[in-house]
């Protein structure tokens, strides 16, 4: 059964760093690997999508890596702000699944 | 613009009544899910649909009822059978090409 953790649970860094959240997943036959954020009492705002025959993608300041034969996947924020600050989720669909399964996130803080 | 609607966006019911969260989307999507979330409990799948007419119970479906008479809509029931019904609750639809997953606003339900 896949799993998947998001270690630390919360992150506190001041403005203007470069950061790295972690994903690690369990079973390394996955489809994709997808990257949210979300913001207090709202949904989930899809920021990255990695397909599993891609290393990375791509957009503005975030840069997610996939690396299938570790079972890790990480999402660089360059230059934070603080309206970075929310949580972030990784999602993983397994082959053949319908159903993502969901790391319990990472609740990261920008401080000004 | 194409997106995924949900409504009410707070709901407040009485112990013993069914309620009705509605989920839309434009986005021409072929799959939509329903998920609940609970703090310090992540995200937990209540039911899927891939297809018109068709859909499976996820991981926490006992309480819960859902339709998928139109491509476009998935609405979801809570029944008086759901012990615990007080949560937020996120509708999702996914595109067939390559299974990327775009999330509502969310419901939030107050049982009194």
């Known amino acids: 059964k896949q799993e998947v953790t998001q270690i630390p649970a919360a992150l506190s860094v001041p403005e203007g760093e470069n950061l790295v959240l972690n994903c690690s997943f369990t079973d390394s036959a996955i489809y994709n690997l997808q990257w949210f954020r979300q913001d207090p009492g709202k949904g989930l705002t899809s920021l990255l999508l990695i397909q599993s025959s891609q290393r990375e993608q791509t957009s503005g300041r975030l840069n997610a890596s996939l690396d299938k034969s570790s079972g890790r996947s990480t999402l660089y924020i360059a230059a934070s702000q603080p309206g970075d600050s929310a949580t972030y989720l990784c999602?993983?669909?397994?082959?053949?699944?319908?159903?993502?399964?969901f790391g319990q996130g990472t609740r990261l803080t920008i401080n000004p | 613009d194409g997106g995924i609607t949900q409504s009410p966006k707070y709901l407040f019911r009485k112990e013993g009544q069914n309620v009705t969260l509605s989920c839309e989307q434009n986005?021409?999507?072929?799959?939509m899910y329903w998920y609940r979330q609970d703090p310090g409990q992540g995200l937990r799948l209540i039911y899927y649909?891939?297809?018109?007419?068709?859909?499976q119970k996820g991981d926490i479906a006992e309480g819960y009822s859902v339709s998928r008479e139109k491509k476009e809509s998935f609405p979801l029931t809570v029944t008086s059978a759901q012990k615990n019904p007080t949560a937020f609750y996120l509708c999702?639809?996914?595109?067939?090409?390559?299974?990327?997953?775009?999330f509502g606003e969310g419901s939030r339900l107050t049982v009194l």
């Open positions: 999702a639809s996914s595109r067939r090409e390559t299974g990327e997953l775009f």
């Open positions: 986005l021409n999507h072929d799959a």
């Open positions: 999602a993983v669909r397994d082959v053949g699944a319908q159903k993502l399964v």
């Open positions: 649909s891939q297809i018109v007419n068709d859909f």
